[in-house]
Structures are given as structure tokens and as C-alpha cells.
């Protein structure tokens, strides 16, 4: 069968592509993927937050500072979906000083339910045993999300930080889903990976579609790595 050659460029191009895939390693392909993640992300914040001005810090704990300057209730409740060893429920507990605080960790602490990225396969992150935190504020919910979202118990708060570090969509879509009808003016939503634009910033781009609140970008650490927003 004799091969013809397309004369339309596009068709050229994409033919090109379809070749360069082939050779394309995984890695690769999560790296362009991550590119186009931060050019949306920019298009975004330039579309339809052109006045925001949001505050550029160096690390998560930074950010999390920021949070808790925003916080204005005597008896906050913080969520946080992905424990893992720790380290952020510890700063939490350690600086949320409000005694009327209320820190909740949500973790299988099996580790990933699915494959994420390119050497994050199931079961990365697994600890087998929720963090030893000695305050009386602090529990911990072990167990999948879409199993212990539904029996938990609300406890009486005056203000929300909800700290999505789930990394997977289906798992940040979950608790975006449950979240959804306690966001208040002045919820506070963190995100600890939001520029994988298959992940995270999926599940909360379907939240914003379909909720009447709006969400200001107010932080961002790492270069765009992990995002703080404010509800209103």
C-alpha cells in the first residue's frame, strides 16, 4: 500500500507528536502534563481573579501561617484529609492555640488507594498507624475516605480549615463532595498539590462549578505548588 504523506500542517504536526509519543517515557509525559497544569492555572488567575493579589510564600508552613491569621472563631474546626507521618497535624496542633479547637486527621494510613504519578503507585505513603500527637484536641479518623466521611459527626465550630492533601482526584473529589454544605464565608481550603490539573485543581474546579460561594485565591507556595483559598 503506497504511504500518503498529509499536506495540511496540522495533520503534519500531529503526526509528529504521534511519533514523539511513542519514544515518550512516563515521566516525560507527567512533565508536560505539570506545564500545562501552571499555564491554565495562569490563565485562570488572569481571566477571572485579575485583581487578586494572592501572597507568595516559600513552604506549606508558611502558608498555613497565613491561614491561621485568618482565622477569627474561638472554636475552629480543622480538617485534614491525608495525614501521613504527621507533620502538618503537629504545626497545626502546635499553633492553633484557640482551646476550643477541634483538629481532625483523616488517613487509611495504607497509603495510596490508587496509582498517582510515575513511582507513586497504590499503597505509596502507607505508615500503618495514625501519628502520635499529644493533644487532647487532636483524633483521627482511620479509614477511607468515602467510609468514614459518612458517619462522622460535625463537632460544634464557628470556622472551617479544610487541608486537602489527598494528592488523587477521586480521593480529593470525595471530600470536596462531603465538604461542600459547611462552607461558609471564611472557610478556609488548602490544597497541597493543586497544580496536577487531574487531581486536585479537577475536584475543585467541580466544586466551583457547581457552588454558589466564591473562592479567593489568597496564598500560594512553592510556585503555584500548594494553594490557600477563603470562601465568601
Same mark, same amino acid.
Given at each position: ?20 509519543? @511513542? ?9 508536560? @502534563? ?34 491561621? @491569621? ?13 495525614? *501521613?507521618?504527621? %507533620?502538618?497535624?503537629?504545626?497545626? !496542633? ?14 487509611? *494510613? ?6 498517582? %504519578? ?12 495514625? =501519628?502520635?500527637?499529644?493533644?487532647? %484536641?487532636?483524633?483521627? $479518623? ?41 462552607? %461558609? =464565608? ?24 457547581? !457552588?454558589?460561594?466564591?473562592?479567593? =485565591?489568597?496564598?500560594?507556595? $512553592? ?8 470562601? !465568601?
Amino acid at each position: 500500500m503506497k504511504r500518503t504523506v498529509p499536506r495540511d500542517p496540522k495533520s503534519t504536526a500531529r503526526l509528529a507528536l504521534l511519533r514523539a509519543g @511513542r519514544r515518550a517515557k512516563p515521566t516525560q509525559l507527567a512533565h508536560l @502534563r505539570s506545564v500545562l497544569s501552571y499555564l491554565e492555572l495562569g490563565h485562570w488567575l488572569g481571566s477571572e481573579h485579575s485583581e487578586a493579589r494572592p501572597e507568595l510564600v516559600d513552604d506549606k508552613f508558611a502558608l498555613f501561617e497565613i491561614a491561621r @491569621r485568618r482565622i477569627v472563631g474561638l472554636a475552629p474546626l480543622y480538617l485534614e484529609f491525608g495525614v *501521613f507521618e504527621g %507533620r502538618s497535624m503537629r504545626w497545626w !496542633s502546635h499553633n492553633l492555640s484557640q482551646p476550643g479547637a477541634t483538629l481532625v486527621g483523616f488517613d487509611s *494510613f495504607e497509603g495510596l488507594p490508587e496509582d498517582w %504519578r510515575p513511582g507513586l503507585a497504590s499503597g505509596h505513603f502507607q505508615t500503618g498507624k495514625p =501519628p502520635q500527637i499529644d493533644d487532647s %484536641r487532636v483524633s483521627f $479518623q482511620v479509614g477511607w475516605f468515602d467510609e468514614t466521611l459518612p458517619r462522622f459527626i460535625v463537632p460544634d465550630h464557628d470556622q472551617i480549615v479544610l487541608n486537602v492533601d489527598s494528592d488523587l482526584y477521586s480521593s480529593a473529589a470525595t471530600v470536596l463532595r462531603w465538604a461542600e454544605p459547611y462552607v %461558609r =464565608p471564611g472557610t478556609l481550603i488548602y490544597f497541597d498539590e493543586f497544580s496536577d490539573r487531574d487531581h486536585e485543581m479537577r475536584a475543585f474546579n467541580e466544586l466551583r462549578a457547581r !457552588s454558589s460561594h466564591q473562592f479567593k =485565591p489568597v496564598a500560594i507556595a $512553592q510556585g503555584g505548588v500548594r494553594w490557600l483559598f477563603e470562601a !465568601s
